[in-house]
């Protein structure tokens, strides 16, 4: 079965909001701290064994001390360049990574431990993924039949067409096998797959890429209605501007850790209320702010620096930086590992 219909079989039906017409989305407010998680990513460390000539054993650490939590009702962007971990921490939340993994740190959902027995049992009930390949589609079920499995209460076939018309699917859509949907379609069927499941936490590992711009605000909107009912999502994108869109608070990832946690509304003007050199970096290249480009690439896992994983990269670096890796700390109601933001 593919990942995407057992990702998301036997799940909670929700009610599918009527097609609307969105001009602007609205953010709920930001979420009160005393809150309990719905989600605590702590310490995470994601590593591969690789062999190498001779059969030696190799570790490569992908990801690295990365911490981040969602709250009900939270859209939790996760923004970084590519190859940055964002889509294996996904993997990790969902416990589908590849057999070569190894997980150190903890997992914590509604404040229970998410062991490999949890993660299964979530899969597809109250955890559902929007995977960022369109491979994980069922080659061999007729998509409408797809997103019908999801839908766990309720007129499955009722729920299905809304959502496709919602997603400017044509009603003749639903009897297709994946190899007759162009890229675009098959990632609006992934899209209401999770989107009919009903699920607490949805994870959106870039779901809008080849999509047209009324598509894109259709799915966006819908994510936001979903977070404004109660579910969390945690919408994963290397788009600093599709995530603003939407989210409530923004993680940066770097070469595999979180460098800040901030509010969408910190990515402002000129970046003065971000507190990682490199959010605001990357914040200042966007084309609508000074266009500037960072020097120098990210790190790759096999050669990461032994102190600060930006420090390579950064205006601000000296020696201290190179000695070993910041702490996270609450910087002005955000999260930053830098030892001189301020
Ligand atoms: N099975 C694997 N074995 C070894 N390394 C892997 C494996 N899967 C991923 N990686 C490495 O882990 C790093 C993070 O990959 P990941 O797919 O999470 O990046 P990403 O942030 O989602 O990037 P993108 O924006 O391109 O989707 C990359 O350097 C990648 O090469
Ligand atoms: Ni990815």
């Not at 309990?36 to 001390?65: A, W």
């Not at 969602?70 to 939340?93: N, Q, R, Y």
């Not at 989107?195 to 959106?204: C, M, P």
């Not at 995530?243 to 509010?263: C, H, M, N, P, W």
Request: aromatic share 6%; charged share 20%.
């Amino acid at each position: 079965m593919s990942l995407a219909s057992e990702l998301n079989k036997k799940q909670k039906t929700l009610k599918i909001p009527k097609q609307q017409k969105v001009e602007k989305i609205p953010k709920s407010l930001t979420v009160p701290q005393e809150m309990q998680p719905i989600l605590k990513v702590e310490n995470l460390g994601i590593s591969f064994t690789q062999y190498t000539k001779g059969l030696k054993q190799k570790n490569l650490d992908v990801i690295t001390s990365l911490d981040l939590t969602i709250f009900p009702g939270e859209i939790l962007a996760v923004v970084g360049s590519s190859g940055s971990g964002k889509s294996l921490l996904a993997h990790g939340i969902l416990g589908i990574l590849p057999n070569n993994a190894a997980v150190t740190g903890t997992i914590t959902y509604k404040g229970q431990e998410l062991t490999s027995k949890l993660q299964q049992r979530l899969r597809g009930q109250e955890i559902a993924l929007v995977p960022q390949s369109v491979n994980y589609l069922d080659p061999l079920m007729r998509v409408g039949k797809q997103v019908r499995t999801a839908v766990r209460k309720g007129g499955a076939t009722k729920t299905q067409r809304e959502v496709f018309a919602r997603y400017h699917l044509q009603p003749q859509v639903e009897k297709f096998f994946p190899f007759q949907l162009s890229g675009g379609m098959a990632r609006r069927v992934l899209v209401s797959t999770a989107v009919v499941s009903g699920a607490e936490l949805i994870i959106a590992d870039e779901p809008t890429p080849g999509l047209d711009e009324g598509v894109i605000k259709e799915a966006l909107s819908c994510f936001r209605e979903l977070a404004d009912k109660g579910a969390s999502i945690m919408l994963i994108t290397h788009d600093i501007e599709t995530a603003l869109k939407i989210a409530d608070r923004i993680a940066v990832f770097y070469a595999g850790t979180t460098v800040e946690v901030a509010s969408a509304k910190d990515f402002t003007e000129k970046g003065g209320a971000l507190r990682h050199p490199y959010s605001k970096a990357l914040w200042r290249a966007l084309p609508q702010n000074d266009f500037e480009p960072i020097p120098g690439f990210q790190p790759l896992p096999s050669a990461l620096p032994s102190g600060c994983l930006f420090e390579p990269r950064c205006h601000m670096a000296t020696p201290q930086c190179a000695q070993g890796r910041p702490e996270t700390r609450i910087l002005r109601n955000g999260m930053v590992r830098c030892i001189h933001a301020t």
